[in-house]
């Protein structure tokens, strides 16, 4: 109950890093039982077909959702530890460059136009033809790399310091990175890096939109607001309603103001100490 608690009370990049790590979790453990019944590789197929993003705009059109759940899906360890690492440090990033406010938004977004870059290249380049029918993305590096891209476009000379590297401004890390993306499109992970690509046009998009209008939104920040203030339960007021004539309504008034005299004399003859907590309280309840 406590992690459910701190959760629910845990920043917005608490939650996308629980949310990430809490999917992962819940499909290994499952999968645990499908591989003692010897059927292993069928849990993660089902999974895939259900919540990874086809790259067919025919499976799309069936599954729409996962245009979003792909991002919250991983099937390999390495690749959950290397994109929670690299969540909560360009979120952390994020949110002492831009703020915490607008994080889930450009998250979602990027990974939106990610998935987009991804089912378009595939479509649209003749390498992919025939891998299409069979082609499935999952991982939340687009939205991640949005995040990191929007913070290097919002304040480019911020410096960051390596280790090994020394002293590099964050729009030259942003830079170095889209490279590489570029020249993996050659490579095992081309969809990957597509998406990737996506992902940091929308951060360079919003960022650059931020610092035109600070208060630009991407849309889900009203949407998220919405949401919290449904989910957050509102205690309930029993409201009754007591018929009284005048005479009863004017005793009870008389006796009420009787019995704040009483405690007022008492308070200007013995002061405060001398009251009783009843006493107390009942001064603390007409007081307000």
Same mark, same amino acid.
Not at 163 to 168: E, H, K, P, Q
């Given at each position: 109950m406590e992690?459910?608690?701190?959760?629910k009370?845990?920043s917005?990049?608490?939650r996308?890093?629980?949310?990430?790590?809490?999917?992962f979790?819940?499909?290994?453990?499952?999968?645990v039982?499908?591989?003692?019944m010897g059927r292993g590789?069928?849990?993660?197929?089902? %999974?895939?077909t259900a +919540?990874a993003?086809?790259?067919?705009?025919?499976?799309?059109?069936? *599954?729409?959702w996962? &245009? /979003?759940?792909y991002?919250?899906?991983?099937f390999?360890?390495?690749h959950?530890v290397?994109?929670?690492?690299?969540?909560?440090w360009?979120?952390r990033?994020f949110?002492?460059r831009i703020g915490?406010?607008?994080?889930?938004g450009?998250y979602?977004?990027?990974g939106?136009?990610?998935g987009?870059f991804?089912v378009a290249?595939?479509?649209f380049?003749p390498?992919?033809?025939?891998?299409?029918p069979q082609?499935?993305?999952a991982?939340?590096s687009a939205?991640?790399?949005?995040?990191?891209?929007?913070?290097a476009?919002?304040?480019?000379?911020? %410096?960051?310091?390596f +280790?090994i590297?020394?002293t590099v401004?964050?729009?030259?890390?942003? *830079?170095?990175?889209? &490279? /590489?993306?570029?020249?993996?499109?050659?490579?095992s992970?081309?969809g990957?890096?597509i998406a990737?690509?996506g992902?940091a046009?929308?951060g360079l998009f919003?960022a650059?939109?931020?610092?035109?209008?600070?208060?630009?939104?991407?849309g889900f920040t009203?949407?998220?607001?919405n949401?919290r203030?449904?989910?957050h339960?509102?205690p309930?007021?029993?409201?009754?309603?007591?018929n009284h004539?005048?005479l009863?309504?004017n005793?009870?008034?008389n006796?009420?103001?009787d019995e704040i005299n009483r405690?007022l004399?008492?308070i200007?003859k013995?002061?405060?100490?001398? +009251?009783?907590?009843?006493?107390?309280?009942?001064?603390?309840?007409?007081d307000?």
């Amino acid at each position: 109950m406590e992690t459910f608690e701190f959760i629910k009370k845990g920043s917005t990049l608490t939650r996308l890093l629980f949310i990430n790590i809490g999917v992962f979790i819940a499909i290994k453990l499952v999968n645990v039982g499908f591989f003692l019944m010897g059927r292993g590789d069928v849990w993660e197929t089902m %999974v895939s077909t259900a +919540l990874a993003l086809p790259a067919d705009p025919v499976q799309l059109k069936v *599954a729409p959702w996962t &245009l /979003f759940s792909y991002m919250f899906l991983h099937f390999d360890v390495w690749h959950i530890v290397a994109n929670v690492l690299m969540l909560y440090w360009a979120g952390r990033l994020f949110t002492v460059r831009i703020g915490t406010g607008r994080l889930a938004g450009v998250y979602l977004m990027g990974g939106i136009l990610g998935g987009i870059f991804y089912v378009a290249a595939y479509n649209f380049f003749p390498a992919f033809a025939e891998i299409l029918p069979q082609a499935r993305m999952a991982g939340a590096s687009a939205a991640v790399i949005a995040l990191l891209v929007a913070a290097a476009a919002y304040t480019p000379n911020y %410096v960051l310091r390596f +280790l090994i590297f020394g002293t590099v401004r964050l729009w030259q890390l942003a *830079a170095i990175l889209m &490279l /590489f993306y570029v020249l993996g499109i050659a490579s095992s992970n081309a969809g990957g890096n597509i998406a990737h690509l996506g992902g940091a046009l929308y951060g360079l998009f919003f960022a650059l939109k931020m610092r035109r209008n600070p208060t630009f939104d991407s849309g889900f920040t009203t949407w998220f607001k919405n949401i919290r203030q449904r989910l957050h339960k509102r205690p309930k007021i029993r409201v009754t309603y007591r018929n009284h004539t005048d005479l009863e309504y004017n005793r009870q008034k008389n006796q009420r103001q009787d019995e704040i005299n009483r405690i007022l004399d008492k308070i200007s003859k013995s002061g405060y100490d001398a +009251l009783t907590r009843e006493e107390k309280e009942k001064l603390f309840k007409m007081d307000k």
